[in-house]
């Protein structure tokens, strides 16, 4: 079936750095994409949405890049601080559906002081 | 801001038990969903609502029922609780002229013994 994906299960950078986080989807009809963060005992939180008829989107401090080429999408972070360390993933909607988000498994971020 | 709210933070129950789990939004959300959460296996769609009255099962309804009387409220039943259903649970709502995203209540955490 379809599924949404992450390449790397965790994530460690240094204070001050840029964070790439990425995500594989596969089903060629999602025409929506969001990140969220989930830090430890919360909900997990909206960060920033991506159609599929744009290739970047910037929000503050974040942006996102889809590649519908290769089905890709990535979260950057610039300038990480501890406060982003958290559980981010990927989800998609798509082939008809409207409420039926498609989640990913989650990558763990980890920002070094 | 959206504004999500589960009724307990923390549950424990007994085998056996009928276990109400409560979620309300503030912002006149027409759609509402139950997820459950699980190390390994990320966010399943337990059920759904996109109006009052209105119900429909997501990916793993097996064990759970649900009830939508108001818009501000969606209520997920255990009818018999059993250990496998000790879980992290999680609400969210979205409005449809906003599109897909969600917005995610802080979770519910049950144990079931």
């Known amino acids: 079936g379809e599924s949404v994906g992450l390449h790397l299960p965790t994530l460690s950078v240094q204070e001050g750095d840029n964070s790439i986080i990425n995500c594989a989807y596969s089903n060629s009809a999602s025409d929506y994409f969001i990140w969220y963060k989930q830090e430890s005992g919360k909900g997990p939180q909206f960060i920033i949405d991506?159609?599929?008829?744009?290739d970047k989107r910037q929000g503050q401090r974040v942006t996102v890049l889809l590649n519908k080429t290769v089905k890709h999408l990535s979260l950057q972070i610039a300038a990480t601080q501890p406060g982003d360390s958290a559980v981010y993933f990927c989800?998609?909607?798509?082939?008809?559906?409207?409420?039926?988000?498609?989640f990913g498994k989650g990558t763990l971020l980890t920002v070094n002081p | 801001d959206v504004k999500v709210t589960q009724s307990s933070r923390y549950l424990v129950k007994r085998t056996g038990e009928k276990v109400f789990l409560e979620c309300v939004q503030d912002?006149?959300?027409?759609?509402m969903f139950w997820y459950r959460q699980d190390p390994g296996l990320g966010l399943r769609l337990i059920y759904f609502s996109y109006d009052v009255k209105m119900k429909e099962k997501g990916d793993i309804p097996e064990g759970y029922s649900v009830s939508r009387e108001k818009k501000e409220r969606f209520s997920l039943i255990l009818e018999s609780a059993s250990t496998n259903q000790t879980s992290m649970y999680l609400c969210?709502?979205?409005?449809?002229?906003?599109?897909?995203?969600?917005?995610f209540g802080p979770g519910t955490r049950l144990l079931v013994l």
């Open positions: 991506i159609r599929s008829n744009m």
């Open positions: 989800a998609e909607i798509g082939g008809g559906s409207n409420y039926k988000l498609t």
């Open positions: 912002m006149d959300h027409e759609n």
């Open positions: 969210a709502s979205s409005l449809k002229r906003d599109g897909p995203t969600q917005y």
